[in-house]
């Protein structure tokens, strides 16, 4: 099993996408790392159960559609923080400069 994650990891198909998947050494890729991936998931772990209790409470009037998908949105980007982002985040940060 090792031999074979080996082979795929240096087969030339692998590593383009590797180096596709890279973010670039520059400000647009620094700041889109911190505010795609660190940046949502802090918010949700400090401020998490108050956006919670105020996407409920907007809830439960009787909004448009778009209004309510908004919300719905908002619960979910920063309802709960997730720890997998966070670390994925800082590990494409890491990745970033080196």
Known sequence: MIKRFK???????????????????NFWGLFSVVVLFILP????????????????????????????????GLEMLFGEGSWFNLIFGFGLLVW???
């Open 41 to 72: 998931e802090i918010v949700a772990f400090i401020w998490g159960a108050e956006i919670t209790a105020y996407t409920h409470a907007q809830l439960l009037q009787n909004l448009p559609l778009e209004e309510e998908y908004y919300y719905k």
């Open 7 to 25: 082979h795929i990891t240096k087969h030339p198909a692998t590593q383009e996408a590797f180096k596709s998947l890279k973010p670039q050494k």
């Open 96 to 98: 970033l400069f080196f």
